[in-house]
């Protein structure tokens, strides 16, 4: 705003005016890069739009999931099954043995596999069950670390459905995690990518940027 | 420790700041009852940044207006393994990223002429595809950009991307030196509050925004 205080200090030459590099090197060269100026095609959302719409018309019977009301399209593409045939082809399946959540005795381990959000990575997990509740042993070497604010996450989803958040680091190699559940209700391990968030955020979900995963079953 | 969704409300990544997020998790929603509402509602928050990621993988407009299209179909197909409560961007980013690159491929799989008639600035031409921690600079830079207001982010694309002075700038605009460097100043820390997870840690700065969550703080 011409003749604010900020225009006369900056005209002044002012040394409370920040100086224009303060954003550092890499977000400065995305900055100077043309593809970040990119102007959208004009029309292009009435395109997208009607690319589904016209799906919509070829039509397929919906996939019912569970707990699902009724649907006012019936267009969804039967890609869940597919789904789940590749977890199981890539993810394996450990059976959970007699875990009695006993006293550190009860024990398995399932290899984690990887989502392709990395590339060439993989780990495995060994979990013991202690009174106070699972240990997870974490050895995957091969998770480029994350600084700077950013870090991994492991999860452990329950037989409801539900994410348990068991821990955050900066890379795999020989991590110890803990969960407060039973592991009769753990029927999966993941690890996702994560940032930091304000500490007056009231919910910390994961960010579903899974890196690698384990199905696990009792 | 919670087991139920949530949102993300007042993370330091401001893209996300906690009302588009909570309008997130409509979306997913309206998403998942197969509402075409919500597509076009989610082209509008996220069509121009998906554009983007796509372009700059790809360096062709009309490649990245392909991938854009199979992105959203891609999300309306696939709704239903959405959560709601998360956010959409970076799952939009990812699949932009692997269209993309799955167009990269197909391309570079397409009869070939001599190496030396090639466009040196061909995509076809580049050996590695970003990474997934680059697209999602490359999305929070651009979300950042499209934040700042009109006057703001012009000024900025004149300096970064054309390399302007700030001389120069107040002569294309017609306004005063004054107006652009107080303009670049607001712009420039707008810029670096959003973008701060992405600035190097030896930058010498004083800490911008909220406190991270790996301090711990109200998290104990």
Redesign the interface.
Known sequence: ??G?D???R??AGDPS??P?D???????T?????????E??DG??E???A???S??AVGEP??P?PN??P???????A??GA?AAILLLFGGVVVLSALSGASGTDRFSADLVSTG??ADVDGSIEVTSFSSGLRIDLDAPSLPRR?????YEGWLR?DDD?????G?FHDGDGVTLW??IEPERVVAFSIT?E???????????????VVLKADVSP | ASAAPHTLGGSVHEFRPAPVVAEDRELALALREGDEDAVRALYARYGGLVFTVANRVLGDRQWAEEVTQHTFLQAWRNADSFEPGRAFAPWLATIARRAAIDVQRRERRRPAGALDDADAADSALVSLPPSAEQIEAVWDVRAAIDALAPEEREVVRLQHLEGYSHAQIADRLGIAVGTVKSRSHRAHRRLATRLDHLRPEDAGREPIGPPSRSEGGDLQ
């Not at chain 1, 995305?30 to 990119?38: E, F, Q, R």
């Not at chain 1, 940032?195 to 940027?209: K, L």
């Open positions: 705003m011409i604010s900020d225009e006369r900056a005209s005016v920040a224009d303060e954003l550092g090197a890499s977000i400065d995305l900055l100077a890069d043309a593809a970040l100026w990119v959208v095609p292009l959302d395109r997208v739009v690319a589904v719409r799906e919509a919906p996939t999931t699902s009301g649907r006012r399209t019936s267009v969804r593409p890609l869940l789904a959000l990395i600084d700077g604010g950013r870090f329950t539900k994410l348990v958040p068991v955050t969960a407060g990518m940032r930091a968030v304000a500490p007056a955020s009231p919910d910390q979900s994961s960010s579903g940027d």
